[in-house]
């Protein structure tokens, strides 16, 4: 597998971050990588809410701004 550089420019507190979590994660490029796969995977899991929702709405009609707080809250996401 060929594997490719990419330069990240960090400001001084996000190295400092950087630093921390490579010493968790055996390396800076293990750390981005990790990271880079949960922001993947919670990309991925935004979209499958959004589906959800899609489906909802067109099965029960509109979902009002208190369910999606209660699913929010229910299932800890953010907006």
Do not use: C, F, K
């Not at 630093?19 to 922001?39: F, I």
């Not at 009609?61 to 299932?75: E, F, I, N």
């Amino acid at each position: 597998m060929i594997m490719s550089t990419t330069t990240v420019r960090l400001d001084p507190d996000e190295e400092e971050t950087l630093d921390e979590l490579a010493e968790v994660h055996g390396g800076r490029s293990n750390a981005l990588r990790a990271g880079l796969r949960l922001l993947a995977a919670e990309t991925r899991r935004r979209a499958a809410l959004a589906d959800l929702l899609d489906d909802w709405e067109q099965e029960t009609g509109p979902v009002d701004d208190d369910a999606v707080a209660a699913m929010s809250d229910r299932y800890d996401l953010d907006s």
